[in-house]
């Protein structure tokens, strides 16, 4: 499980709106339990956006945004296969992470 890897919501009812999920915990703390996760919505279900707080990818030929705001933690073993790694949009990802915590 890496840094920025990009799953597959394994929660059924919440999967058309949230379809993947991405972890953005550092690999330095691979053992604990649980992953931080932020939710890739639909880009169709979000009424506001803040950019560097929402970037936008495109992960399997769909639209998301990352919801930095809605960020959470699952355990380790919920999430399953990955179905890509975005270390490539690391400089955006972490902004959005900055942009939640700090302000800035």
Do not use: K
């Not at 169709?44 to 992960?59: N, V």
């Not at 809605?70 to 990802?93: D, K, M």
């Amino acid at each position: 499980m890496a840094q920025f890897d990009v799953y597959d919501n394994p929660v059924t009812p919440d999967s058309e709106r949230i379809p993947f999920l991405l972890n953005v915990q550092s690999d330095l703390l691979e053992f604990l339990p649980t992953r931080v996760v932020v939710p890739l919505v639909r880009i169709e279900f979000l009424r506001q956006r803040i950019t560097i707080l929402h970037p936008e990818l495109l992960i399997a030929s769909s639209r998301v945004v990352m919801v930095t705001s809605e960020i959470g933690v699952l355990p380790r073993h919920a999430l399953g296969t990955t179905v890509l790694n975005l270390s490539g949009r690391r400089a955006e990802i972490i902004g959005a992470l900055d942009m939640l915590i700090t302000g800035s």
